[in-house]
């Protein structure tokens, strides 16, 4: 290939890399590979600049506006940061800072690189007035509302110290705890993976509904300030009044006299920032005095005063012993490595994931492999590749198991899924633990005094099956029973034993969950995709399991955020027999088959046989008093924008989306005013 060709491919290869990666949260290859290849693109520019395209990813920041929101310009550009993996790039970039300035003293401010979104807010009157993306550098999306959903981000600033009009500029992220929980719930639900806490920042920041991105707990450190005229002399100083506002200021950033102490800030945090509770990907370098910063000035993409250095994922290279395959709720077998016991990061790491088969495959790995394994922004690491050299004749292909390993069902792959199911959902033993698991966690029928060990006992003893058995127990078939377990990783013996207080504790918690709202139920049963925010969105519709076993597909689709694919498995649910005993059972034992919501009080009449839907917010109603006129003067809430619409109530900051269904339909789009009108008529 010659140098053209070589540089037309980067381009096209890296501008689809970026799309994907700012546009669709997706990292087809990891950060590393994507920045060497940059920059051999960016080197071959330098040598052939005459082939160098317009559309070259290196003259541009790499993100771009979106559709589905109002695009903002930015007031002051957004750019990205020069980067390197290497401290001689460093040392270089310091002796540029030291000519730039003419030998003049500097100092630098050492800030932890946080891996999210990078996010522009702009106060006006000390009121949060827009948050925008970066975008292209030059405009990005408005999205205020779902930046609101910040909590740790003040609304308003209470100080006379700021200007009328000022910016921060900040990274929005994903705390890791927050990105586990939500993983175990789509696991628990069946829904996929998150693939990292930076892309699901990301997809987060860009949902259409702020109610979804309240759910998902973003937060956000902030880490720079800009306003016209300029109200502090150095980055140290408003990283402090920021932090006496009200912001979220990481402390971890620091003053530095010299490269040298960069350098050692660096080696110190390699490891130190895996206890941070988020995914950071290496340092940032600013210099503190901005009429320095200002001195040295801009390149067309980023600034000439700041550097990012970027940590190689932490990797290490063991054995792989074995693969254990797990069943989870869902039926769905993950595998997962077993290895040589091995340092990483700070932590002994025994385990990996894989995934699924088709990892796998793409790694290539097989049993008593060397492997590479890393630790990137999640916490479980992952194998990353197989050290070919070190294969001996030991190494065996894996081979991947055709039935399931706890009840030799045959296993099933579906349509378009990566993972292998095993099929026998009512007898295959860890499927019928999840459920359990899954029926008594607090957010469905909250029995957690009935810990796991406990339930496997149960489920040994045959004392229960199904989750409806859990009502029939009684204090003379609990008493004395007893087993003894041993942990698996550390070889500790665990008994558990029920005596009188135990067994009292787990019939007073089974009647009390009697009493949890149908919701709870709703969600315990463990409708596949049926989270429980989902189970409430059913709960509030349908008001009653009644009506919502007999609700069709059709109607299912008119319930706020159910789509095909809801709609699909609660049909399915609901049309098996032993399903449908199931819910029997556990009406007659006494759970809570209704809402037990009263019905509005009717107000009115001047909306009845008229259909609603709402977008954005509104200045005299919340979501729920919204709902509430609708249903109190007897109209009807519709779930989307379809045929039957009759109105589509256009608040502050409507979704796009919604808005241009309803042009393209000929919907009639009403104000707040015209409904407040249409109310009293
Ligand atoms: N894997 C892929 O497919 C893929 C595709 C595109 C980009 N990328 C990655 O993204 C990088 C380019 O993204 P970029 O232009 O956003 O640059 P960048 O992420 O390397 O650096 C700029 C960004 O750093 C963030 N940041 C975090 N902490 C900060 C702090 N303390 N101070 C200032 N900024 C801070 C800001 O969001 C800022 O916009 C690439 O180098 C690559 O690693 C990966
Ligand atoms: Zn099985």
Not at 55 to 74: I, L, M, N, Q, W
Request: proline fraction near 4%; glycine fraction near 8%.
């Amino acid at each position: 290939m010659n140098p053209q060709e070589r540089i037309a491919e980067l381009t096209d290869r890296l501008n689809y890399y970026n799309f994907q990666y700012y546009q669709n949260s997706i990292s087809e290859v990891d950060d590393f590979t994507f920045d060497k290849l940059l920059e051999e693109l960016s080197a071959l520019e330098k040598q052939y600049p005459e082939f160098s395209r317009p559309d070259s990813p290196t003259h541009r920041v790499g993100g771009t506006v979106s559709k589905e929101f109002a695009t903002v310009y930015h007031r002051f550009p957004m750019l990205s940061l020069g980067n390197t993996y290497s401290e001689t790039d460093l040392t270089e970039f310091d002796v540029r800072v030291h000519k730039g300035l003419n030998g003049a003293d500097y100092e630098y401010i050492c800030e932890l690189k946080f891996d999210g979104v990078a996010l522009s807010l702009a106060y006006e009157n000390g009121i949060l007035a827009r948050g925008v993306t970066r975008g292209d550098g030059t405009r990005g999306d408005d999205i205020t509302a779902n930046v609101r959903t910040i909590r740790t981000l003040p609304l308003k600033v209470n100080s006379t110290a700021v200007p009328p009009l000022f910016e921060v500029r900040g990274e929005g992220f994903l705390p890791l705890a927050e990105f586990e929980r939500i993983n175990r719930e789509r696991e628990d639900i069946g829904e996929p993976l998150l693939a990292n806490p930076r892309n699901a920042a990301s997809g987060t920041f860009k949902q259409q509904d702020s109610g979804a991105v309240a759910r998902r707990r973003l937060n956000c450190y902030v880490y720079s300030f800009l306003s016209e005229p300029e109200i502090f002399q150095t980055h140290e100083e408003s990283l402090i009044a920021m932090k006496d506002w009200g912001f979220n200021v990481s402390q971890t950033w620091r003053k530095c006299g010299s490269i040298q102490e960069v350098m050692a800030f660096i080696d110190e945090w390699e490891t130190r920032r895996f206890e941070l509770p988020l995914a950071t990907d290496g340092i940032v370098i600013k210099i503190n005095r901005y009429d320095q910063q200002r001195e040295l000035g801009f390149t067309a993409k980023s600034p000439r005063w700041a550097i990012a250095f970027k940590y190689k994922a932490l990797a290490a290279s063991t054995v792989l012993n074995s693969v254990s395959y797990q069943v989870g709720r869902t039926g769905a077998v993950t595998p997962v490595a077993n290895l040589k016991p091995v340092l990483l990061a700070g932590t002994v790491v025994r385990r990996a994931s894989l995934h699924n088969s088709n990892e796998i495959e793409r790694l290539g790995v097989r049993l008593n492999d060397t492997v590479f394994v890393e630790k990137g922004g999640e916490i479980i690491p992952k194998i990353t590749g197989v050290d070919l050299s070190k294969r001996t004749e030991a190494s065996v292909p894996i081979v991947y198991p055709t039935e399931c390993p706890a009840c030799q069902t045959p296993l099933i792959r579906k349509e378009g899924e990566a993972h292998f199911y095993c099929p026998n959902e009512k007898g295959c033993p860890p499927q019928l633990q999840a459920r359990f698991e899954h029926f008594i966690q607090r957010r469905a029928m909250n029995i957690e005094s009935l810990g796991e060990g406990k339930i496997e006992m149960l489920i040994d003893r045959g004392l229960v099956r199904s989750p409806a058995d859990l009502y029939e127990l009684t204090f003379e078939k609990l008493l004395g029973l007893e087993k003894t377990f041993t942990e698996a990783e550390t070889g500790k013996i665990r008994v558990v034993s029920l005596r009188e207080k135990s067994v009292e504790n787990i019939l007073s918690a089974l009647e009390r969950s009697k009493a949890q709202p149908f919701a709870n139920v709703l969600f315990a049963i463990g409708i596949r995709y049926v989270g429980n925010t989902t189970a409430e969105k059913l709960a509030d519709y349908f008001g009653s399991i009644d009506a919502l076993r007999t609700a069709s597909h059709e109607a299912l689709l008119g319930v706020p955020e159910v789509g095909d694919r809801i709609a699909q498995s609660v049909v399915a649910w609901f049309a098996d027999v032993d399903n449908q005993a199931f819910v029997e059972r556990l009406r007659l034992a006494g759970l809570q088959m209704e809402t037990d919501r009263v019905a509005v009080e009717r107000k009115g009449e001047s909306l009845v046989g008229k259909t609603f839907l709402y977008t954005g917010t509104f200045a005299n109603f919340s979501r729920e008093e919204l709902e509430n006129e609708i249903e109190a003067h007897g109209g009807r809430l519709l779930g989307g924008v379809s045929k039957k619409l009759n109105y589509l109530i256009v608040g502050e900051n409507p979704g796009p989306s919604k808005v241009e269904k309803a042009t393209k339909m000929g919907v009639t789009m009403i104000g707040e005013d015209e409904f407040m009108a249409m109310l009293s008529s």
